[in-house]
Protein backbone atom coordinates (compact mmCIF):
# COMPACT_ATOMS: atom_id res chain seq x y z
CA UNK A 1 0.00 0.00 0.00
CA UNK A 2 1.45 3.40 -1.04
CA UNK A 3 0.34 6.84 1.18
CA UNK A 4 -0.13 9.68 -0.85
CA UNK A 5 0.64 13.17 0.60
CA UNK A 6 0.10 16.62 -0.55
CA UNK A 7 1.27 19.77 0.81
CA UNK A 8 -0.18 23.12 -1.18
CA UNK A 9 -0.69 26.20 0.46
CA UNK A 10 -3.50 27.68 -1.47
CA UNK A 11 -7.06 26.50 0.30
CA UNK A 12 -8.50 26.29 -2.99
CA UNK A 13 -6.00 24.66 -5.17
CA UNK A 14 -5.32 22.01 -1.70
CA UNK A 15 -9.10 21.36 -1.91
CA UNK A 16 -9.60 20.24 -5.49
CA UNK A 17 -5.93 18.00 -5.83
CA UNK A 18 -7.18 16.12 -2.60
CA UNK A 19 -10.39 15.43 -4.13
CA UNK A 20 -8.87 14.26 -6.46
CA UNK A 21 -6.34 12.20 -5.46
CA UNK A 22 -9.62 10.76 -3.31
CA UNK A 23 -11.68 10.03 -6.32
CA UNK A 24 -8.55 7.99 -7.67
CA UNK A 25 -8.07 6.29 -4.29
CA UNK A 26 -11.94 4.67 -4.49
CA UNK A 27 -11.11 2.82 -7.01
CA UNK A 28 -6.93 2.38 -6.56
CA UNK A 29 -7.72 0.77 -3.08
CA UNK A 30 -5.74 -2.01 -2.97
CA UNK A 31 -2.56 -0.09 -3.44
CA UNK A 32 -2.85 3.14 -2.38
CA UNK A 33 -3.75 4.19 1.21
CA UNK A 34 -5.63 7.21 1.91
CA UNK A 35 -4.15 10.49 1.41
CA UNK A 36 -3.13 13.16 3.86
CA UNK A 37 -3.21 16.95 2.91
CA UNK A 38 -1.98 20.08 4.33
CA UNK A 39 -0.58 23.56 3.97
CA UNK A 40 1.85 23.67 6.35
CA UNK A 41 5.43 21.72 5.65
CA UNK A 42 6.46 20.91 8.89
CA UNK A 43 2.94 19.24 9.60
CA UNK A 44 3.98 17.38 6.54
CA UNK A 45 7.12 16.65 7.99
CA UNK A 46 5.89 15.64 11.38
CA UNK A 47 2.85 12.76 9.69
CA UNK A 48 6.05 11.30 8.59
CA UNK A 49 7.83 10.92 11.66
CA UNK A 50 4.47 10.01 13.29
CA UNK A 51 3.42 7.63 11.03
CA UNK A 52 6.83 6.06 9.52
CA UNK A 53 5.78 6.51 6.11
CA UNK A 54 8.23 4.43 3.65
CA UNK A 55 7.65 4.48 -0.19
CA UNK A 56 5.31 7.02 -0.38
CA UNK A 57 4.14 9.44 -3.51
CA UNK A 58 4.53 13.42 -2.94
CA UNK A 59 2.82 15.66 -4.46
CA UNK A 60 4.11 18.90 -3.75
CA UNK A 61 3.73 22.79 -4.36
CA UNK A 62 6.91 24.72 -4.80
CA UNK A 63 5.51 28.07 -3.36
CA UNK A 64 4.54 26.99 0.14
CA UNK A 65 4.52 30.86 1.17
CA UNK A 66 6.81 30.06 3.91
CA UNK A 67 10.40 30.20 4.87
CA UNK A 68 10.59 26.20 3.40
CA UNK A 69 9.62 25.90 -0.18
CA UNK A 70 8.65 22.68 -1.66
CA UNK A 71 12.36 21.77 -2.77
CA UNK A 72 13.38 22.26 1.14
CA UNK A 73 10.43 19.96 2.02
CA UNK A 74 11.65 17.12 -0.80
CA UNK A 75 15.01 17.59 0.49
CA UNK A 76 13.52 16.34 4.12
CA UNK A 77 11.31 14.20 2.74
CA UNK A 78 14.53 12.07 1.46
CA UNK A 79 16.10 11.98 4.65
CA UNK A 80 12.86 10.28 6.28
CA UNK A 81 11.42 8.36 3.52
CA UNK A 82 14.66 7.42 0.99
CA UNK A 83 12.60 5.76 -1.58
CA UNK A 84 10.04 8.76 -1.86
CA UNK A 85 8.41 9.39 -5.20
CA UNK A 86 7.96 13.38 -5.70
CA UNK A 87 5.70 14.84 -7.90
CA UNK A 88 5.77 19.06 -8.21
CA UNK A 89 2.31 20.64 -8.68
CA UNK A 90 3.40 24.09 -9.17
CA UNK A 91 3.09 27.24 -11.66
CA UNK A 92 6.84 27.63 -11.26
CA UNK A 93 7.66 25.22 -13.76
CA UNK A 94 11.23 27.08 -14.74
CA UNK A 95 12.53 25.61 -11.17
CA UNK A 96 13.00 22.30 -12.62
CA UNK A 97 16.70 23.01 -13.42
CA UNK A 98 16.84 23.99 -9.11
CA UNK A 99 15.59 20.65 -8.65
CA UNK A 100 18.36 18.78 -10.17
CA UNK A 101 21.02 21.34 -8.73
CA UNK A 102 19.79 20.31 -5.82
CA UNK A 103 19.51 16.48 -6.00
CA UNK A 104 16.00 16.57 -5.98
CA UNK A 105 14.72 13.49 -8.21
CA UNK A 106 11.39 14.50 -9.20
CA UNK A 107 8.84 12.13 -11.26
CA UNK A 108 7.12 14.97 -12.93
CA UNK A 109 5.89 18.68 -12.63
CA UNK A 110 2.23 19.57 -12.99
CA UNK A 111 1.80 22.72 -14.51
CA UNK A 112 -1.79 24.50 -12.57
CA UNK A 113 -1.84 26.62 -15.30
CA UNK A 114 -3.55 23.91 -17.19
CA UNK A 115 -6.82 23.39 -17.01
CA UNK A 116 -9.11 21.13 -14.02
CA UNK A 117 -9.20 18.36 -16.67
CA UNK A 118 -5.34 18.08 -17.49
CA UNK A 119 -4.20 18.26 -14.11
CA UNK A 120 -6.28 15.44 -13.07
CA UNK A 121 -5.50 13.41 -15.64
CA UNK A 122 -1.69 14.29 -15.20
CA UNK A 123 -2.25 13.53 -11.81
CA UNK A 124 -3.89 10.00 -12.20
CA UNK A 125 -0.94 9.32 -15.04
CA UNK A 126 1.66 10.09 -12.37
CA UNK A 127 0.20 8.33 -9.60
CA UNK A 128 0.21 5.30 -11.34
CA UNK A 129 3.64 5.62 -12.97
CA UNK A 130 4.96 6.16 -9.16
CA UNK A 131 3.18 3.02 -8.27
CA UNK A 132 4.95 0.93 -11.17
CA UNK A 133 8.26 2.25 -10.44
CA UNK A 134 7.63 1.33 -6.60
CA UNK A 135 6.15 -1.71 -7.00
CA UNK A 136 9.77 -2.39 -9.98
CA UNK A 137 12.56 -1.59 -7.00
CA UNK A 138 10.45 -4.17 -4.57
CA UNK A 139 10.65 -6.88 -7.11
CA UNK A 140 14.61 -6.29 -7.68
CA UNK A 141 15.16 -5.91 -3.66
CA UNK A 142 14.17 -9.71 -3.27
CA UNK A 143 14.91 -10.45 0.13
CA UNK A 144 16.63 -13.60 1.81
CA UNK A 145 15.16 -16.27 4.57
CA UNK A 146 17.60 -17.14 6.67
CA UNK A 147 18.65 -19.93 9.28
CA UNK A 148 21.07 -22.49 10.64
CA UNK A 149 20.63 -26.21 11.21
CA UNK A 150 24.13 -26.69 13.30
CA UNK A 151 26.98 -25.33 11.63
CA UNK A 152 25.28 -25.04 8.40
CA UNK A 153 23.65 -21.96 6.96
CA UNK A 154 20.56 -21.97 4.57
CA UNK A 155 19.30 -19.15 2.54
CA UNK A 156 15.49 -19.17 0.61
CA UNK A 157 14.11 -16.59 -1.62
CA UNK A 158 11.25 -15.31 0.81
CA UNK A 159 8.85 -16.15 -1.72
CA UNK A 160 9.55 -19.74 -1.32
CA UNK A 161 8.64 -19.65 1.75
CA UNK A 162 4.91 -21.02 3.37
CA UNK A 163 4.49 -21.48 6.53
CA UNK A 164 6.75 -21.31 9.91
CA UNK A 165 5.27 -22.82 12.52
CA UNK A 166 6.29 -24.08 16.54
CA UNK A 167 7.06 -27.71 16.03
CA UNK A 168 6.08 -30.25 18.78
CA UNK A 169 9.75 -30.38 20.42
CA UNK A 170 9.64 -26.92 22.56
CA UNK A 171 12.37 -24.33 21.05
CA UNK A 172 12.12 -25.58 17.47
CA UNK A 173 10.32 -24.44 14.48
CA UNK A 174 9.19 -26.31 11.42
CA UNK A 175 9.55 -24.36 8.16
CA UNK A 176 7.52 -25.18 5.04
CA UNK A 177 8.98 -24.25 1.46
CA UNK A 178 8.39 -24.92 -1.91
CA UNK A 179 11.10 -27.42 -2.05
CA UNK A 180 10.79 -29.25 1.56
CA UNK A 181 10.61 -29.49 5.04
CA UNK A 182 13.29 -28.15 7.57
CA UNK A 183 13.37 -28.16 11.72
CA UNK A 184 15.78 -25.81 13.95
CA UNK A 185 16.00 -24.28 16.90
CA UNK A 186 14.28 -20.47 17.02
CA UNK A 187 11.37 -18.45 18.01
CA UNK A 188 8.40 -17.35 16.13
CA UNK A 189 8.21 -13.91 17.64
CA UNK A 190 11.86 -13.33 16.40
CA UNK A 191 11.40 -14.22 12.65
CA UNK A 192 8.00 -12.14 13.02
CA UNK A 193 9.73 -9.27 13.47
CA UNK A 194 12.91 -10.09 11.56
CA UNK A 195 10.65 -10.65 8.32
CA UNK A 196 7.63 -8.49 8.43
CA UNK A 197 6.31 -9.79 4.90
CA UNK A 198 4.81 -12.92 6.80
CA UNK A 199 1.50 -12.48 8.35
CA UNK A 200 0.83 -13.97 11.74
CA UNK A 201 -2.45 -16.13 11.23
CA UNK A 202 -2.70 -17.78 14.57
CA UNK A 203 -0.01 -17.86 17.86
CA UNK A 204 1.53 -20.92 16.18
CA UNK A 205 2.23 -20.15 12.63
CA UNK A 206 3.17 -17.51 10.52
CA UNK A 207 2.23 -18.01 6.83
CA UNK A 208 3.36 -16.35 3.07
CA UNK A 209 -0.10 -14.85 2.15
CA UNK A 210 1.46 -14.99 -1.56
CA UNK A 211 1.88 -18.91 -1.71
CA UNK A 212 -1.85 -19.37 -0.59
CA UNK A 213 -3.90 -21.25 -2.90
CA UNK A 214 -7.17 -21.57 -1.37
CA UNK A 215 -8.78 -19.84 2.09
CA UNK A 216 -12.20 -21.33 2.95
CA UNK A 217 -13.55 -18.42 5.45
CA UNK A 218 -16.27 -21.06 7.02
CA UNK A 219 -13.83 -23.49 8.35
CA UNK A 220 -10.80 -20.83 8.90
CA UNK A 221 -8.52 -23.53 7.05
CA UNK A 222 -6.02 -22.03 4.80
CA UNK A 223 -4.53 -24.11 1.47
CA UNK A 224 -0.90 -23.68 0.01
CA UNK A 225 -1.07 -27.12 -1.40
CA UNK A 226 -3.36 -30.45 -1.34
CA UNK A 227 -0.62 -31.33 1.18
CA UNK A 228 0.37 -28.57 3.72
CA UNK A 229 -2.51 -26.26 5.55
CA UNK A 230 -3.16 -24.38 8.70
CA UNK A 231 -5.38 -22.63 10.71
CA UNK A 232 -6.68 -18.88 10.91
CA UNK A 233 -7.25 -18.15 14.33
CA UNK A 234 -10.67 -15.44 14.33
CA UNK A 235 -9.29 -12.81 15.56
CA UNK A 236 -7.12 -12.91 12.36
CA UNK A 237 -9.74 -13.81 9.76
CA UNK A 238 -10.50 -10.22 8.88
CA UNK A 239 -6.92 -8.84 8.94
CA UNK A 240 -5.82 -12.53 6.11
CA UNK A 241 -9.06 -11.42 3.71
CA UNK A 242 -7.78 -7.96 3.76
CA UNK A 243 -4.03 -9.26 3.27
CA UNK A 244 -4.64 -11.36 0.53
CA UNK A 245 -6.97 -9.04 -1.37
CA UNK A 246 -4.19 -6.37 -1.33
CA UNK A 247 -1.60 -9.01 -2.30
CA UNK A 248 -4.06 -9.76 -5.68
Known amino acids: MYSIIVCEDDPTQ ?46 LDIDLGTS ?13 D ?14 ASLTLKRRVEALGFISKDNSLEKIR ?15 ERKNLKRKIFNFSIGVRVFNFDLD ?12 RLNLFTKSGKYEFYGR ?6 KYTELFRCSRSALINIKN ?13 DLSLSCKCSITKTRELKRRILASK
Do not use: W
Not at 31 to 49: G, I, V, W
Not at 160 to 169: M, Q, R
Not at 188 to 193: A, F, I
Open 212 to 224: ISEYNASTKMIYF
Open 188 to 193: LQDYEK
Open 82 to 95: VQSEIIFITSHNEM
Open 14 to 59: LHAISTTIKNFVLFHEEDFDKSFSTPNPEKCLDYLKSHNIQNGIYL
Open 160 to 171: DVLILETAEIPH
Open 121 to 135: DEIYETLNLARLRSD
Open 68 to 80: MNGIDLAEQIRKL
